[in-house]
């Protein structure tokens, strides 16, 4: 039998394979490179077509972020899970936060702030002046100590 949170991503899948299938996409494999089984919810080559992605700048911040990945010894970012898993949660972070991040790059920090208090009016903001997407402090003891990252922080 099948718990109710099962049933949910199966029933996400599904609905993200119907969107690859409007988008013209195969269904990759998943949810590593080497796989063998196709899942509804996989891209193939997002990394090259950015079909992840809400728009080109935050298609290419997060080719940056995979290359400084590639650089940084406690980065967490998994670049095929970034560029093909349609339900993961690291593309739907840069998704949500890069036109954040975008916003203050413009010196737009009274619209970001603005907005992030909208998104959560219990808790009291007075100024957004950065957001990190998929960050880990370089010192991984002082929070978790087991290497995993903030979806999107403002912890500088």
């Excluded at 970012?77 to 954040?100: D, G, H, K, T, V």
Aim: negative net charge; charged residues 30%; hydrophobic residues 35%.
């Amino acid at each position: 039998m099948k718990s109710n949170i099962h049933r949910f991503t199966e029933q996400c899948r599904r609905l993200q394979g119907l969107y690859r299938e409007e988008l013209g996409e195969q269904e990759g494999v998943g949810p590593f490179p080497h796989s063998k089984n196709k899942h509804e919810n996989m891209l193939v080559d997002g990394d090259v077509t950015g079909k992840n992605f809400l728009s080109d700048d935050i298609f290419n911040y997060a080719k940056r972020r995979v290359e400084q990945n590639r650089q940084r010894k406690n980065e967490t970012i998994e670049a095929y899970r970034l560029f093909n898993n349609m339900l993961s949660s690291q593309p739907m972070a840069f998704n949500l936060f890069r036109p954040l991040m975008k916003l203050l790059e413009e010196g737009r920090a009274g619209d970001v702030t603005k907005m992030v208090r909208a998104a959560f009016p219990a808790i009291p903001i007075d100024e957004v002046y950065e957001v990190g997407i998929e960050f880990l402090h370089e010192d991984v003891k002082r929070y978790l100590g087991d290497k995993t990252a903030m979806d999107a922080s403002d912890w500088s």
